[in-house]
DNA sequence: CGTTATGTACACCAATCAGTGTGCTTAACC
DNA sequence: GGTTAAGCACACTGATTGGTGTACATAACG
């Protein structure tokens, strides 16, 4: 009679709880947002005892802060690194990567909608989306160097704004707006960048 | 001995609470969000009774949808009819115009913020955010066809992306993007519009 | 083996929130 | 002056929330 058998395939759901209350995180602070994600529907999603999640993350807005920290690694994955693409080609290839899929509507950058939906400009979680934004304008800058733009932190700041429009328009719209983004894009780095 | 004086200059409240409810409204849910602004710091700020606020607005919903409605009126006021402008300096002037004051910080376009932190693509405040966008989009194409631009519609549609650009970008980074916006939509209009 | 993390179940708390019920007061209008 | 609509005070409900307390179970490791 022991209750050993309760994980979805059989197993106890032992072990692995920080990760899968993370990975719980990513899926429900992006379909509902922060705000409307509790932590008792976090903690079913992720399999993990409320009392777990809590040794793991002493409050959630800590928990919100991780989950930011998060896509750190991802910075735009793989589009920088391409060394198949010369690196103007790099720089409007970013704007074909955030359509993930048809059925997934409006995606929305984890960061801005944290922006939004954590009024304190001092929570930590607004720090980290700070960053990376910073971070990303930052690679894009490098990238428009290596092409040869003439002012390549503007172009970089300007492409960053771009993506940016795109995900906010998006959402708002319930439509992809990052075709639009690409157009404008090309036209910015065709003036930038002398051939 | 009686209750009569409570307002702030000693006047009773009194008859026009639909306005003052209104009024809270756009300061309250601007300065702190939808979601972080309760039905009872709502009814204290624009000193009304709850039983009151509850008589002209049966709903949270319901006020939140009138809220974003009152902005329709003053779409990008004086931007658009502004006959001292030539049509394409009436295209640049737009980016002007959001810089409200030096210490109110991160505005952020209020449609944007609703169509974030209201998750039911449903949400008739939604609809009502969708719509004011494609408005502002449809002005923008207006203005940019009587500036004589080849493709009208599609300057406006980018112009509008980069207002939102500009919005989410403001939030985020805490400073001000819309210089680097109204950049870009000197370089598009130039591009746009045959001299 | 025994110890130590790690995880679990479940009840519980205090706060907050949207929304009501009730009875009373006041201003406006005829 | 009397009727009517608008507003008010205030207590209250029911649901949800973030977060704890407690006692127990199990897996890993030496």
Redesign the interface.
């Known amino acids: 009679m022991t209750e050993l058998e309760k994980g979805p395939q059989g197993r106890r759901r032992g072990r692995g709880a920080r990760e899968r209350i993370l990975s719980a995180s990513q899926q429900l602070f992006r ?3 922060i ?2 994600t509790g932590m008792d529907q976090l903690c079913a999603v992720a399999q993990v005892s409320k009392r777990t999640a809590y040794q793991h993350f002493s409050t959630k807005d800590e928990l919100v802060t991780e989950y930011l920290r998060r896509f750190d690694p991802d910075v735009l994955p793989g589009v920088f690194d391409n060394s198949e693409l010369t690196p103007r080609e790099r720089l409007l290839a970013v704007f074909d990567v955030p359509t993930t899929g048809p059925d997934d ?2 995606p ?1 950058c984890p ?3 944290a ?3 954590l ?1 304190d ?1 001092q929570h930590p979680a607004r720090r980290q ?2 960053d990376y ?2 971070a990303i304008a930052a690679r894009l800058a490098d990238t428009a160097r290596e092409a040869g733009a003439a002012d390549p932190e ?1 172009l970089g ?2 492409l ?10 998006t ?4 439509a992809d ?1 990052f075709r ?2 690409a ?2 894009a090309a ?2 780095v065709d ?1 930038a960048i002398p051939r």
């Open positions: 379909e509902q947002g705000g409307h509507l409006t929305l960061y801005i909608a922006a939004v939906e009024n400009p989306a700070h934004k910073r503007q700041e300007q960053a704004l771009l993506l940016d429009g795109a995900a906010a328009r959402r708002v719209l319930n707006a639009t983004a157009a404008i036209v910015l003036a």
